[in-house]
């Protein structure tokens, strides 16, 4: 394995991110070739918490844009601040000002509102961590734009003039897959696919997320979960859960898995009321005896 | 960050072996890639594997194919060429099956039949509902059409929830209310305003018309005549054997004489199905029509005479384009059906909704998903 590969690895784990070694690769990939990453896979699996991550393991900062249906290019981009320049040119009118002076003053950068992308491109402490989050939630109309913006780095206003970027921002784009992502714009980027992590992964995740939770106990959740998943449901558990479930349980003091208690928090871990009466009693005695089995 | 020309020619071999199945690479991925293998460790096979995995974007589907063709590629010896399956397209069987027989047109409604009514809550309209369409009466289906106008103007009327300028009420756009505002000397006299959208989606409907889904015909040509009066960016194909396209014949008007023009034009009405044929002659023929903003409707039983994986493959591709594919099948109103011949099973991975289509009420579950 590559040194600096190792290292990224490495101090990702350091930050609390348990990394294999094609995210590490991903990750380093990306940042050497100053691409963006997109990252897709099933919800839960940290795709979002890679960008912080990557953010922390960087020492920069995170600039995340939100991505939903509707989005369009001024809340992603800059906003003049109407209010505020109203009220500065009320103020003008009561004590004359050279004209020129006070058009510059009010189309200043002062009275920009700097949107997340047009904030990740002029950032001046070196280049942040740009998390285009859910991009599969955006429209169309929307991703072609994006895809402009990552190409060139710079932004037109049109009563400034072009704004190129200071430093490339680190990139990473999540998507859920609830749409397929353009061509061009997965062309754009590297492509990493985040699976739902191994029993080693997972356990390790869990050591490092609920500190004071007794190892036996941590195996049999993992294992529980990890058969879970096996099932046939609409929505499986992400990490995320495995992590809720397993807090809920240290707060009821519980110290091994039993059925009663796993029937009441179920809830942690299934939020779809199908997935819930699929995995009935039975199931669940089964799943218990399957989790509490060592080995 | 020179990749050495002998690792160059290795991976432009590999990118070919991979297009060649079917997994789609560019040449941009390709000097990605060469990027990427200057950046990773070339003695440690599983992180050039992975690299080139991440560089050439290969989508989770494909990582098997990948990692087998990896294997084959890169495993430090002599590359051998992998067999790559023979494929076949449709279009030198298409026209194959051209035969036209009157006689065996059976769209004629079945016999005339009073709905079994006072009932408590008895409504006629709630009736039809749930009645199947090979149960109805003459009657039932001047209703029955009336209902489909209505659904049709539904799907039709979405809002978007992107905000456009209005004249109308909205949300006030200080943006555009300045800009107007310089007209008049920088005195605002009127706000700009922007309000949801109006979308007019894009519908393709691709109905079977094969003998074993005759029962339904009539109803689910009333149901794409209704869509043609209400969706102006609507295509319609009819598909047994071989593919025809009846957007044409499919005109507003009257049904009885679109009917004519239909059988005229639909060769091998009531015969069999090469369901996978069809729908790669349409990929091939017809896939730049299918765009991101488009809603392809598959309304068939999925009873299929010809090649499943062809089928497989077409959907896939149709997938790719399509903003969501829908596949209607009326067999499922039988509460024993099972997708379970073997193009439903080749089908189904690709498939967004899949529902039945056997009465108004499953056409009406289909409108709630669109929305």
């Known amino acids: ?295 | 960050m020179n990749v050495a020309p002998g690792l160059a020619a290795q991976l432009a071999k590999f990118a070919g072996a991979l297009r060649e199945q079917g997994i789609r690479v560019g040449l941009g991925d390709e000097i990605d890639a060469a990027t990427a293998l200057t950046l990773v460790d070339l003695l440690d096979r599983g992180e050039v594997q992975c690299g080139l995995r991440i560089a050439l974007k290969v989508p989770r589907e494909a990582w098997a194919t990948f990692d087998r063709l990896f294997r084959v590629h890169w495993s430090g010896t002599a590359v051998d060429d992998v067999p790559v399956p023979p494929r076949t397209y449709p279009r030198d069987q298409r026209g194959a099956q051209w035969r036209w027989d009157g006689a065996r047109v059976r769209l004629e409604l079945p016999e005339p039949e009073r709905p079994e009514g006072d009932e408590p809550g008895y409504s006629p309209e709630a009736m039809l509902r749930r009645k199947p369409f090979d149960q109805l009466s003459a009657s039932d289906v001047a209703a029955m059409e009336r209902l489909l106008v209505r659904l049709a103007l539904r799907l039709a009327a979405r809002r978007s929830r992107r905000l456009v300028p209005t004249r109308g009420r909205g949300v006030v756009d200080l943006r555009h209310s300045f800009r107007s505002a310089l007209r008049t000397e920088g005195e605002l006299f009127r706000l700009a305003r922007r309000a949801r959208a109006l979308e007019v989606p894009r519908v393709v409907l691709l109905y079977d018309t094969s003998g074993s889904m005759d029962p339904y015909s009539r109803f689910h040509l009333a149901f794409a005549f209704a869509l043609r009066r209400v969706i102006r960016r609507l295509e319609i194909f009819a598909f047994n054997t071989a593919l025809t396209r009846v957007t044409r014949a499919i005109a507003p008007g009257k049904i009885s004489q679109s009917l004519e023009r239909l059988t005229a034009d639909v060769p091998d009405w009531s015969g069999g199905t090469r369901i996978g044929e069809c729908l790669a002659a349409f990929v091939a023929d017809w896939g730049t029509i299918v765009g991101r903003d488009t809603t392809v409707v598959i309304v068939s039983d999925g009873l299929d005479l010809g090649d499943t994986e062809l089928l497989g493959r077409a959907m896939r591709a149709l997938r790719e384009r399509a903003r969501t594919i829908v596949w209607l099948n009326p067999l499922m109103g039988d509460p024993r059906y099972e997708p379970t011949q073997a193009g439903m099973r080749a089908a189904l991975p690709h498939v967004d909704h899949f529902g039945p289509a056997h009465d108004l009420e499953s056409l009406e579950r289909l409108l709630r998903f669109l929305d």
């Open chain 1, 1 to 295: 394995m590559n040194e600096a590969i190792r290292a990224l690895q490495a101090a990702m784990e350091r930050d609390g991110y348990v990394a294999e070694p094609a995210v590490a690769t991903a990750v380093y990939l990306a940042t050497e070739m100053r691409k963006p990453l997109l990252v897709e896979g099933e919800a839960g699996v940290g795709k979002t918490e890679l960008a912080k991550v990557l953010a922390r393991v960087l020492r920069t900062e995170l600039i995340r844009l939100q991505c939903y249906e509707g989005l369009d290019a001024n809340t992603a981009l800059y906003e003049w601040n109407y209010q505020r320049q109203l009220l500065r040119l009320r103020i003008a009118e009561r004590e004359p000002h050279d004209p020129a002076a006070l058009e510059d003053l009010i189309f200043g950068r002062e009275y920009l509102l700097e949107r997340p992308l047009l904030r990740a491109i002029t950032r001046r402490a070196g280049p942040p961590v740009l998390l285009v989050d859910e991009i599969d939630r955006a429209d169309d109309g929307f991703e072609a734009f994006l895809l402009e913006v990552l190409s060139d780095f710079q932004v037109t206003v049109p009563e400034l003039g072009t704004i190129a970027a200071t430093h490339v921002p680190h990139v990473v784009l999540t998507s859920n897959r609830t749409r397929e992502i353009g061509d061009a714009l997965r062309r754009r980027c590297l492509y990493l696919y985040v699976e739902h992590p191994s029993f080693e992964k997972e356990l390790r995740i869990l050591r490092g997320k609920v500190p004071g939770l007794d190892e036996r106990l941590a195996r049999s959740i993992t294992r529980f979960v990890q058969a879970l998943r096996r099932r046939d449901l609409r929505k499986l558990p992400g990490v995320a859960e495995t992590i809720d479930w397993a807090q809920a349980l240290l707060r009821l003091g519980q110290d091994r898995l039993d059925a009663e208690v796993v029937g009441v928090t179920l809830g942690c871990l299934l939020k779809d009321e199908h997935d819930l009466r699929q995995t009935g009693n039975a199931a669940v005695d089964e799943l218990v005896v399957l989790a509490s089995s060592p080995g």
